[in-house]
């Protein structure tokens, strides 16, 4: 069974902090990791996507990928209480990229 | 900017009731997705589909539902007999499907289903 596992949180950080998400995964072979952002209510929101052993920076935010220890994470910078969402960490898997999803952290910036 | 749409926003059936949520993937896009998030719990892959067939399905998947594409903007997923357990959100995701690694789906914004 391919697993995705995350911390379910709430991960409390005040305004302007650092907020650090981790995932894990079971799945050696996967190639493509993906950050969702979901409010209470709402679909998932792409928010990065990692694809090779590193950091990847896109404005606020930097997803680090480090495949031998099959682990994936997600910074935000300058935390704004509009951040406040559950995080999901998602790995595509198999032929058609179906996503797996960990069950998500939920982040609480605090103003 | 283009994005997946869903209709209907909510629906509310009848157990042993069959549903239809539709969905209207990305226009260029290739490759439409289901997958479902009983409330307080993970987002669960249902089927995929690719060139008007099923390319995978989950063992949620079961006779009960099926997917079409019934036209060529339209993406439907069926439930036969609803089960109080078919409570949800459902979500359709499209991605373009040129790349497999670097491929990445877009969601609706998803139906939330209610069995009574």
């Known amino acids: 069974q391919k697993e995705v596992e995350q911390n379910s949180g709430p991960l409390s950080v005040p305004e302007g902090a650092i907020a650090s998400l981790n995932c894990t995964y079971s799945d050696r072979g996967s190639q493509s990791f993906f950050w969702y952002r979901q409010y209470s209510g709402k679909s998932p929101e792409l928010i990065m996507s990692?694809?090779?052993?590193g950091d990847k920076e896109d404005g606020r935010f930097t997803a680090q990928l480090n495949k031998a220890s099959q682990y994936v994470s997600l910074l935000i910078r300058d935390s704004q209480p509009s951040d406040s969402a559950t995080y999901l960490c998602?790995?595509?898997?198999?032929?058609?990229?179906?996503?797996?999803f960990g069950t998500g952290t939920l982040l609480a910036v605090q103003p | 900017e283009p994005e997946v749409t869903q209709t209907p926003s909510h629906q509310v059936t009848q157990m042993g009731q069959e549903v239809i949520l539709r969905c209207v993937p990305i226009?260029?896009?290739?490759?439409f997705y289901w997958y479902r998030q009983i409330l307080g719990q993970k987002v669960e892959f249902l089927v995929s589909f690719y060139n008007n067939e099923i390319s995978e399905k989950s063992e949620i998947f079961d006779d009960q539902f099926s997917v079409e594409r019934p036209d060529g903007s339209n993406f439907t997923l069926k439930i036969r007999s609803t089960k109080l357990e078919d409570s949800a959100m459902y979500f359709c995701?499209?991605?373009?499907?040129?790349?497999?690694?670097?491929?990445?789906?877009?969601f609706g914004p998803g139906t939330r289903l209610t069995v009574l």
């Open positions: 226009s260029n896009h290739l490759y």
């Open positions: 990692i694809y090779s052993n």
């Open positions: 998602a790995v595509s898997s198999g032929a058609t990229n179906k996503l797996i």
């Open positions: 995701a499209s991605s373009l499907g040129l790349d497999r690694f670097t491929d990445t789906q877009y």
